[in-house]
């Protein structure tokens, strides 16, 4: 016998229920990034893998710009997996006078490619922002 209606009607609820989860999530984060035109600070590439080390260094670069008397309300946080999965949301509401602060850390050449990637792509795709990027330590193999 088929797999019966009660089984089509779960299978329906799931498929709703994700799908409401990501708009939840995409709602979450497009109210998280709007400004209503004061410049903001982007802090673009964080992690949200659970390295500590990483996420340390996030928050120091968050104090930092505190330190330098910058409005926490005007500080936005775009992890790398935000970044990735809303880059045409985010190109929206990022505007030519905000500053864009890249994530320091050791992540610049061959070894961590992809976050070099990511780097090289907000830098091309917000070519005219002013950006900070934190400082780095840059790797090279022997390639």
């Known amino acids: 016998m088929g797999k019966g209606?009660?089984?089509l009607f779960r299978?329906?609820?799931?498929?709703?229920?994700?799908?409401y989860i990501s708009k939840k999530k995409l709602m979450k984060f497009v109210f998280g990034i709007s400004?209503?035109?004061?410049?903001?600070?982007?802090?673009?590439?964080?992690?949200s893998h659970t390295n500590l080390g990483d996420s340390a260094i996030a928050l120091?670069?968050?104090?930092?710009?505190?330190?330098?008397?910058?409005?926490?309300?005007?500080?936005?946080?775009?992890?790398?997996?935000?970044?990735?999965?809303?880059?045409?949301i985010i190109k929206l509401f990022i505007?030519?006078?905000d500053i864009l602060i890249l994530h320091?850390?050791?992540?610049?050449g061959d070894q961590w490619l992809s976050e070099e990637l990511l780097r090289r792509d907000i830098l091309k795709t917000f070519e005219y922002?002013?950006?900070?990027?934190f400082p780095q330590t840059i790797y090279y193999s022997n390639s």
């Open 5 to 7: 209606i009660l089984y």
């Open 11 to 19: 299978s329906f609820h799931g498929i709703i229920h994700e799908w």
């Open 35 to 47: 400004s209503f035109n004061k410049k903001l600070y982007f802090i673009l590439g964080t992690p």
């Open 60 to 88: 120091a670069e968050y104090s930092f710009l505190i330190k330098c008397e910058v409005n926490p309300k005007r500080i936005k946080e775009i992890t790398t997996d935000e970044y990735k999965n809303y880059k045409n």
């Open 95 to 97: 505007k030519k006078k």
């Open 104 to 108: 320091g850390g050791g992540n610049m």
């Open 129 to 133: 922002n002013k950006c900070i990027i």
